[in-house]
Structures are given as C-alpha cells and as structure tokens.
C-alpha cells in the first residue's frame, strides 16, 4: 500500500460538486492525494471558484477555441500532463473524449455518472429514469474506456425511486451519493488497492459482490 500522496488532475465543465466533496475529502487528511490541477472547458464553470478558494492551480480550455475534437483533446492532454498526474479523474467534465486521449490516460482515468450502469447511460439520466417507471436508481464510478460510460465498475450506490419524484428531487438524493462514492473510490486507487483485470475491477485482489454495490439508507 503507498504512503505517499498521489498527484491527481481533475476535469470540470460545471458547479463542481463533485470537485468540492474531494477537496473536502483531501483537505480533511482522509484522501491521500494532491490535486494538482482542476481544468475546465467552461470558463464560467462554479468549479473554478471552489478550486480557486482551496488555492488550487486552475486552467480554462474552452473547447469553442478549438477547430476540432481532436485538437482539442491534443491540448487538453498537454495541459494535463504539465502537472504529471498519476491519476485523471473526471468530475462532471460533459466531453466525450477521444480514443487516443483515453488510451494515452489508461487506467488512471475514471469518471462518475448518474445511474447504476449499465443502465441509462449518456445525458438526462434522471428524467430518463422515470420515465421508464425504475424504481431503483444511483452512482457509478468507472474506469474510462472509449466507449461512453462502459467502463469496469469500482463502485456503484443505489438510491430509492419515489412516485413523487420529480428529476430535480432524484437529482439531489443521488447526488448526495456521488459525495460519498468519488472520494471512496480515489481513496482505493492512491492506496494502490484497484486492479482490472478481465474488464472486472478488483480491490484488494478479490472481486467486490456486485461490483461493489451499496444500499444507501
């Protein structure tokens, strides 16, 4: 198990939530990382400010600057790379990445998404969700791989579904959720206890009972 703390970039477009549960997470001494970085391709993303009042490094890479998707990967890639993270970790950062970004990026770079995948991937999860009549719904965090939000799994939470709900109530009961698993999952991996193997994620060696999958009360 490493002691050392690892150097992390994270990648935002939006209010930074995310962002802000692994700042707290790290500034509280329980996440062995240092967040070097927080890149935005919005330049009005809130994640910026949350990184800015934890005096940490920011930059803005507006993709509408770039004359196409894989220029700009190509720079997003450089920026990223000044800082020489050991591990990338997408919070909420809503672009597709291209094929030779994930490859160069293998392995450390995950992403959290708003349901329990395989199911309902891509936008408007929450919507979609109940318009399909789930009555169970959650968090998923994931290694990246080229295809969108197919990843092996590290960590999934389950949320009840309500009759009542509304997409912005489901919203916030998952995102409550999200907090919890991001910075668990960054944990695991600067300790050095994840490994893929056969498209399966392993902690500690062993395979988690349903891909690691929590209940949330």
């Known amino acids: 198990m490493t002691t050392s703390k690892l150097p992390v970039v994270a990648l935002i477009s939006g209010r930074g939530s995310n962002l802000q549960s692994i ?13 070097r970085a927080v890149v935005s391709n919005n330049p009005d993303a809130h994640g910026l ?13 507006d993709h509408r600057q770039c004359s196409s998707r894989v220029h700009y990967d190509q720079a997003l890639m450089a920026a990223i ?5 050991e591990l990338v970790v997408l ?11 994930v490859k160069h990026y293998a392995d450390r770079l995950i992403n959290i998404h708003p349901s329990l995948l395989p199911e309902f991937p891509g936008l ?14 959650g968090a998923s965090v994931h290694f990246v791989t080229p295809e969108v939000d ?8 389950t949320v009840p579904v309500y009759e009542d ?7 916030a009961r998952v995102s409550r ?4 698993l991001y910075p668990q999952a960054i944990r695991w991996f600067a300790e050095g206890r994840l490994e893929i193997r056969d498209n399966r994620v392993l902690l500690d060696g062993a395979e988690q009972p349903e891909q690691g999958l929590v209940h949330a009360k």
Do not use: K, Y
Not at 165 to 171: G, K, M, Q, R, T
């Open 49 to 61: 400010v949350r990184a800015q009042a934890a005096d940490i490094t920011t930059c803005i890479l």
């Open 23 to 35: 700042i707290d997470e790290m500034h509280a001494g329980r996440l062995p990382i240092e967040l």
């Open 165 to 171: 709900d509304s997409p912005e109530v489901l919203a």
């Open 81 to 85: 790379d000044e800082h020489n993270p």
């Open 124 to 137: 408007e999860t929450h919507a979609r969700v109940l318009q399909n009549g789930a009555r169970e719904h």
């Open 150 to 157: 197919a990843g092996p799994i590290i960590i999934q939470a």
């Open 91 to 101: 919070a909420g950062f809503m672009r597709i990445l291209g094929r030779v970004f």
């Open 177 to 180: 959720e999200e907090h919890r």
